[in-house]
């Protein structure tokens, strides 16, 4: 009897207190990752993937899509330059300069790479080799950093034990005198 008594006392201090205590909350937003993600069940995919994670400004995406052994090759101009930089580059590396360029973009603008004269293979059933022109223009607000640069690609995207596919390997090349991507990732990493 005590303990009944007891626990209405609870009832009407709670009542009377005026809280909230057995009111539904506010519902959660769903957990979901933001922007455009393709599965990267093909080569292609992965490509399409890396173009709308830099349209998106979107670092999380970017990262998803390189292999956990991912390698960066910069042009031969950026290796001379700089080669204690790009000795171990890796896929840590490679996340780290996409997010601080990301953060320097101006916050209504939009990155923007094209893709052209490209020529894509499968080396073998789990390699696939992309060789392509680009141009990325970045507007960002650094003045120590290129805001466009030109180049030669080479993309190798290898099918991953789980059966989906990653960038593995990126091969930079320059062409003619306009900053590479090598010179836009030196600029944002350093």
Same mark, same amino acid.
């Given at each position: 009897?005590?303990?009944?008594?007891?626990?209405?006392?609870?009832?009407?201090?709670?009542?009377?207190?005026?809280?909230?205590?057995?009111?539904?909350?506010?519902?959660?937003?769903?957990?979901?990752?933001?922007?455009?993600?393709?599965?990267?069940?093909?080569?292609?995919?992965?490509?399409?993937?890396?173009?709308?994670? $830099?349209?998106?400004?979107?670092?999380?995406?970017?990262?998803?899509?390189?292999?956990?052994?991912?390698?960066?090759?910069?042009?031969?101009?950026?290796?001379?330059?700089?080669?204690?930089?790009?000795?171990?580059?890796?896929?840590?590396?490679?996340?780290?300069?996409?997010?601080?360029?990301?953060?320097?973009?101006?916050?209504?603008?939009?990155?923007?790479?094209?893709?052209?004269?490209?020529?894509?293979?499968?080396?073998?059933?789990?390699?696939?080799?992309?060789?392509?022109?680009?141009?990325?223009?970045?507007?960002?607000?650094?003045?120590?950093?290129?805001? $466009?640069?030109?180049?030669?690609?080479?993309?190798? $995207?290898?099918?991953?034990?789980?059966?989906?596919?990653?960038?593995?390997?990126?091969?930079?090349?320059?062409?003619?005198?306009?900053?590479?991507?090598?010179?836009?990732?030196?600029?944002?990493?350093?």
């Amino acid at each position: 009897m005590r303990e009944k008594l007891r626990y209405s006392w609870v009832l009407v201090l709670v009542g009377l207190l005026g809280c909230d205590l057995f009111a539904p909350r506010e519902p959660e937003a769903p957990v979901a990752e933001s922007g455009t993600f393709l599965q990267p069940d093909t080569p292609e995919r992965v490509v399409e993937n890396l173009q709308a994670a $830099i349209a998106e400004r979107n670092a999380g995406n970017y990262g998803r899509s390189l292999a956990e052994d991912f390698a960066f090759v910069p042009t031969a101009s950026a290796q001379s330059r700089d080669p204690a930089l790009w000795a171990g580059w890796n896929r840590a590396r490679e996340e780290q300069y996409f997010t601080a360029m990301v953060a320097a973009v101006t916050p209504s603008a939009t990155p923007q790479l094209q893709l052209s004269n490209q020529t894509a293979s499968f080396e073998s059933e789990s390699r696939y080799v992309l060789e392509a022109t680009y141009r990325l223009a970045v507007p960002h607000t650094r003045p120590d950093a290129p805001t $466009i640069v030109e180049g030669r690609l080479v993309w190798e $995207i290898v099918q991953q034990p789980s059966g989906l596919w990653a960038l593995s390997r990126w091969t930079d090349r320059q062409q003619g005198e306009t900053p590479s991507w090598s010179d836009l990732k030196r600029a944002f990493v350093n």
